[in-house]
């Protein structure tokens, strides 16, 4: 198939082109580069050995998608990452996350329509089960957010539900991610964030190699085995190998589904530190500070759907995931910026 990946130069979106090129796939990438390095792409490249065209555009303006449908040949399907995506800046700017995720929906439907594409895949987060407390979660369990960002998730997704049921020939895939983590093996592509680091693994990456000078446990105090934060975290190669399997369904099924990408497993955030420092030979000197604002105590996915149904497992254990993440820390130690 050949497949328009919107936000494509990020880093589930540069993974999956890896994927997608190596399962045999054409892929082309929309990107206005608000949060991602064109170098990601050329680095696809020298992995795959395939070029990936690339449309600087934004996806929330229908003539810059038609400028994506219009380069080379018909576009069969679409997985769709492109989106703002920082809980605390949602929260700050909700109308912004507002408008820009829900529009680019908006655009991308109305453009897919008219060229005839009636396959998307949507990146929606496993934010969308809000405050569940029963684990592991499963795809029908009620859904509400607690931050707009989630909102927008939790919008489009019902946006795409109800144009897939109002029209026969849309078929939409909708994957709720849970925590992915980790690189490619070759250290070529990685995640590269923009300012200090929110999440957990890009964090204890610059902070293991000097960049970041304190690092802070937020919550001892979780009714959890060690009172922090469980999560289900994901090697984001096997997230962007469930991209393929979510395609090839989608190329086949009419409607609207939803799929849990986790591996099933719950990882506390000590867990995830001791495995880092374990796989790649290091000590954190942390210390355990007050709770974030808004985290749940326990999140896991229960991953059977997408492995009953889309023949789809996460293969690799956090020990990889620790040591991909710091290879590709070692080896791009300003991410993409300043990359030969
Ligand atoms: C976060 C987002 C979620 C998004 C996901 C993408 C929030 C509240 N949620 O999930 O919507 O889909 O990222 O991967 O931001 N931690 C520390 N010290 C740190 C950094 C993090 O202890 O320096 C803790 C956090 O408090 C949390 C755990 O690590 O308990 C995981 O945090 P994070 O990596 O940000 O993921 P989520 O909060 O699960």
């Known amino acids: 198939m050949r497949v328009l990946l919107t936000g494509g130069a990020g880093y589930i979106g540069s993974h999956t082109a890896v994927s ?21 792409l050329r680095r696809v490249q020298r992995i ?24 080379g040949s018909r576009i069969d399907a679409v997985i769709h990452f492109a989106g703002l995506k920082a809980v605390g800046e949602s929260v700050s700017m909700p109308l912004d996350y507002y408008s820009n995720n829900l529009d680019a929906t908006f655009s991308l439907l109305r453009v897919m329509k008219k060229n005839g594409c009636g396959a998307i ?32 998730k939790w919008m489009n997704e019902r946006v795409l539900t109800d144009c897939a049921h109002a029209d026969p020939e849309l078929r939409v895939v909708i994957l709720r991610y849970f925590n992915p983590v980790g690189a490619h093996p070759s250290g070529e592509i990685g995640e590269d964030p ?8 890009p964090y204890v990456c610059q902070f293991a190699s000097g960049k970041l000078k304190t690092f802070t446990v937020n919550g001892n105090d979780y009714p959890t085995r060690d009172g922090t934060c469980i999560r ?9 190998e469930g991209h393929v399997s979510a395609l090839a369904y989608a190329a086949e099924h009419r409607g609207a589904e939803v799929f849990n990408l986790g591996t099933g497993n719950g990882y506390s955030v000590l867990e995830i530190v001791h495995a880092f420092e374990k796989a790649n030979g290091l000590e954190l ?7 974030r604002a808004g985290d749940i105590a326990v999140c896991y996915a229960n991953p059977e759907k997408a492995e009953r149904v889309l023949h789809w497992h996460a293969k690799r254990g ?23």
Not at 20 to 40: C, F, K, R, T
């Open 20 to 40: 997608l090129l190596e399962a045999g796939h054409d892929v082309i990438v929309l990107d206005n580069l608000s949060n991602s390095s064109p170098e990601s």
């Open 48 to 71: 795959t050995g395939h070029e990936v065209p690339l449309i600087i555009g934004d996806c929330t303006r229908q003539e810059d998608l038609e400028k994506a449908f219009q380069c």
């Open 121 to 152: 895949v949507f990146s929606s987060s496993a934010t969308v089960y809000g405050t569940n407390e029963t684990m592991p979660l499963r795809e029908d369990f009620p859904t509400g957010c607690t931050n707009p960002y989630g909102w927008t």
């Open 194 to 201: 923009n300012g200090i680091p929110n999440n957990l693994m």
């Open 232 to 240: 289900d975290f994901i090697h984001v190669c096997d997230l962007a």
């Open 285 to 291: 000197p942390f210390r355990f500070g007050p709770r």
């Open 318 to 340: 956090l020990e990889e995931m620790c040591r991909d993440a710091w290879h590709w820390q070692t080896k791009n130690p300003n991410g993409f910026r300043g990359a030969q």
